[in-house]
Structures are given as structure tokens and as C-alpha cells.
């Protein structure tokens, strides 16, 4: 338990239980911060509409293979402006709810979203997990996939085996083998999946997807199941199992969001080899390649890193500044406004708000005026903008300071803007912040 000081500015003046915001403000997919899809401003509606809408209005190859790119002011690694927890947090809703919520903003016809239901999985490249290649990476979207939240207590692999059980009309007492009886049908039909089907450990795959413990099989997929050469060398194949599981769901789309790409260009020794592998998987090998998009993180330090090998085998360019990229390249623009900003703030200073207290406003003691200059300041980056008002708390605890007025913070400003820009020097891309 934290101690309790005499006089304290947080609690005392401003009604806080505890300074809102943290020091690092770095999104951590196990543990993530408050989500605030209104930060992104018209990007979000962006972001649905290319990745999700658009290819949902295509009959057979709904395919997508683009780009989430963020405002590079000064900044060619372009941190900080959200674009993992987007990719993250928005597939996690996505997911419980199979696209619906989505698709009503959109103000898609009941029909057509009840036709049109979709998934969403998020990856990233982590060497301390394994995660060093494509295949690993997108394995492991597929079990951030099926450990999702599905409705109000269930989960995505679950509501998956229920419409299975249901469209299928399987008998319940015997469901497990039943679906496997189906599922197998339906890769024997593929002529383009070279997968062998009697392999032990795609047999335990198989059998823990058709199973009901989700538990077990994300431990199966992520631990000692599938360990980490045949998750290298055939890892695409449980994905491509995986597609067509969810297709047996009904499931018509889904999008993975791949991460920090610039790591497996850093980690990776087989680079052409690897990115051929990836275009024959995503790109030529049914069911994945007509109902599944592949959305990369970029910035331009990791374009360059990836851009010969990605040319060498015809891969669409993922390039945020040449036009027709524009319907599969969204670029995330940062804090545009001081609405935007402050209902960022007021997000995080709600929970933290003493119960008993009466702010004269949600962002209090933030002013509107504070909250612009700190906007401005960090060039509009919500990273930066989140870690300014963390240090304006701290400072004025330290130094007693009842009122937040420009008169204070303008004089803790003047060096904010330079840390948000980088020298260009660093070349180590293992570091996890994103």
C-alpha cells in the first residue's frame, strides 16, 4: 500500500487519488492503458472503411495488404502516435463482437452485417518470445485471436465451435470429432494447401481447435505445443487451418495486424527467403489468400529495411506518400485538436478521480488552455502528450503549485518538442517501445 503524505497537492487540490498518467506511456498488449478511439480523429472511420469495409463489398478476394503509418514530423521511427494500441485494442473489439459495432458506425444494412462477420488478430516480432519470423508472428495473432473476448464472459474460440455446432448441425455429445471430421473435409478439398495432415503436432493443433478448452490450446500454440522451428518452418499452415476452421464459423474476413516489422528485417537471416514464403502463404494459398488481409505498422526506417526484399517478390509497395497506395495506406495524424486532446486526458483522469470530489471539469486541473499548449508543444504526438502532463502533475506536487496555469507549465514546455523528434542514429530496432 502506498503512503498516505500530510499535504498533497494531487489529492488535496486537484482530487486525484494518484497521478493518472505514467512516465512511459508504451502500449503492452498483456496489460494495455485506456483505449480512446477518439484520438485518432477522422483516421478511425479511415482505418475501418480500408481495411474492413471496402474489402467486405468485395465478393470473392477480399484481400488487403496496406500499411498503418503515423505523422513523421522530425521523427523518421514515427513513435507514439498509437498506432499499436489501434491495431491491438480495435481488433480486440472487433473480435467481441465479430465485426458488428463496427459495421453500425459504418451504417452497414442488419442484413448484411449478420452475412459479414469478421475477425481481427494483432502480432508483433518479439525475440524473447520466439517471434522472430512471419510465420511465428502471425501464429501468434491467431491465438491472440481465439483467447479474445467474445460478448460478455466468453471467447472468440468458443462463439467459433458454438456456430460450427449450429450451421453444421453437429451432434453435441460428439461435437469434438465431428467438427474434426468437417474440418479435415474441408483442407482435403484445397488442392493449393500442401499440408500433411497426419503431421503429429498440426494433428494436436487440429484436435485442440475442434476441443472446447481455449485455455489448452493457446497454451499448445504458444508454449511447448508447437515449438519454435516448426513454428519458423511450417507455421503458416496452422494458419491456413485456421482460416478454414473460421470459415466453417461462417466467418467471411479476417485482418491480421503485423507489428514492429523492422525487427525481423534486424533478426532475420533469411530475409528474401522468408518474404517469399510469406507472398506464396498470404498471397497464392487458399482459403487465407481470398479472406484474409495483411496490415504492416511502418515507418520509414522500417520501410527502407524491408523495401528490396519486398520489391524482389512483387509485393504490393507499402509507401504512405505515393498515391495509388491511398486505399490501403492510412496515416495516423496525431492529436489534431484540443477536443481531441483533452478527451484523451479526461480518460485517464477519470479513474483516478477521488470519489467524492466535484471537478469543475472532466480534465481539471488541466485547463483548455493548458491542454492546447501541451498539445502544441509535442507537435500533436499522444505519446508525448500523455508523458507532458504525467511530469506537469509531478512537478507541481514537488512544488506545491495549486493552480496549473500557463504561467507554470509554459516554462516546462520549452524542451518538450525536442524530445519528440530523433537524431536518426539509432539503429537498434529491438526495443519494444512502439
Request: with cysteine; glycine share 6%; charged share 25%.
Amino acid at each position: 500500500m502506498a503512503i498516505k503524505s500530510k499535504k498533497s497537492v494531487l489529492s488535496d487540490v486537484f482530487g486525484l487519488r494518484e497521478n493518472p498518467f505514467r512516465s512511459s506511456m508504451v502500449y503492452k498488449v498483456d496489460n494495455p492503458d485506456p483505449f480512446v478511439p477518439e484520438m485518432y480523429g477522422e483516421q478511425y472511420e479511415e482505418f475501418h472503411r480500408k481495411f474492413f469495409i471496402l474489402p467486405l463489398g468485395k465478393e470473392n478476394n477480399k484481400q488487403v495488404i496496406g500499411a498503418l503509418w503515423s505523422s513523421h514530423q522530425g521523427d523518421d521511427l514515427g513513435k507514439g502516435h498509437g498506432k499499436s494500441m489501434l491495431m491491438g485494442e480495435e481488433s480486440r473489439l472487433i473480435n467481441k463482437d465479430f465485426g458488428r459495432a463496427m459495421m453500425e458506425l459504418a451504417e452497414v444494412g442488419e442484413q448484411d452485417i449478420e452475412e459479414n462477420p469478421v475477425l481481427s488478430g494483432y502480432c508483433t516480432f518479439d525475440k524473447s518470445k520466439g517471434i522472430q519470423t512471419f510465420p511465428a508472428a502471425l501464429l501468434d495473432a491467431v491465438a491472440f485471436i481465439l483467447e479474445s473476448k467474445y460478448g460478455d464472459d466468453g471467447t472468440v474460440h468458443a462463439e467459433l465451435r458454438r456456430r460450427i455446432i449450429a450451421r453444421h448441425e453437429l451432434d453435441e455429445d460428439c461435437a469434438s470429432e465431428e467438427m474434426k471430421r468437417a474440418l479435415l473435409k474441408e483442407l482435403r478439398k484445397n488442392r493449393s494447401l500442401n499440408i500433411q495432415l497426419t503431421h503429429a503436432t498440426l494433428n494436436g493443433f487440429i484436435d485442440r481447435l475442434c476441443d472446447h478448452d481455449t485455455g489448452d490450446l493457446v497454451w499448445f500454440i504458444r508454449q511447448e505445443g508447437i515449438g519454435p522451428r516448426i513454428k519458423a518452418t511450417q507455421g503458416f499452415n496452422f494458419v491456413h487451418v485456421f482460416s478454414t476452421f473460421v470459415s466453417l464459423a461462417g466467418i467471411v474476413y479476417v485482418t491480421y495486424f503485423i507489428d514492429q516489422i523492422e525487427n525481423f528485417a534486424s533478426w532475420t537471416r533469411k530475409q528474401d527467403q522468408e518474404v517469399k514464403v510469406l507472398r506464396e502463404s498470404i498471397c497464392q494459398t487458399s482459403p487465407t489468400a481470398e479472406m484474409s488481409s495483411f496490415i504492416f505498422q511502418m515507418h520509414i526506417r522500417a520501410e527502407a529495411a524491408i523495401e528490396n526484399m519486398w520489391k524482389s517478390e512483387h509485393l504490393p509497395s507499402l509507401s504512405f506518400n505515393k498515391p495509388m497506395n491511398a486505399s490501403r495506406v492510412v496515416c495516423l495524424k496525431g492529436l489534431g485538436s484540443t477536443a481531441e486532446a483533452a478527451d484523451l486526458a479526461a480518460v485517464y483522469i477519470a479513474p483516478a478521480r477521488k470519489p467524492d470530489f466535484k471537478a469543475p471539469s472532466p480534465t481539471f486541473p488541466f485547463t483548455d488552455e493548458v491542454i492546447e499548449a501541451v498539445r502544441s508543444a509535442v507537435n500533436g504526438n499522444p505519446r508525448t502528450f500523455l508523458e507532458t502532463l504525467f511530469n506537469v502533475l509531478n512537478q507541481a506536487e514537488l512544488q506545491g503549485e495549486k493552480k496549473l496555469d500557463l504561467t507554470f507549465v509554459q516554462p516546462l514546455l520549452d524542451d518538450v518538442g525536442e524530445e519528440v523528434s530523433d537524431d536518426g542514429q539509432d539503429e537498434d530496432y529491438s526495443n519494444p517501445e512502439r
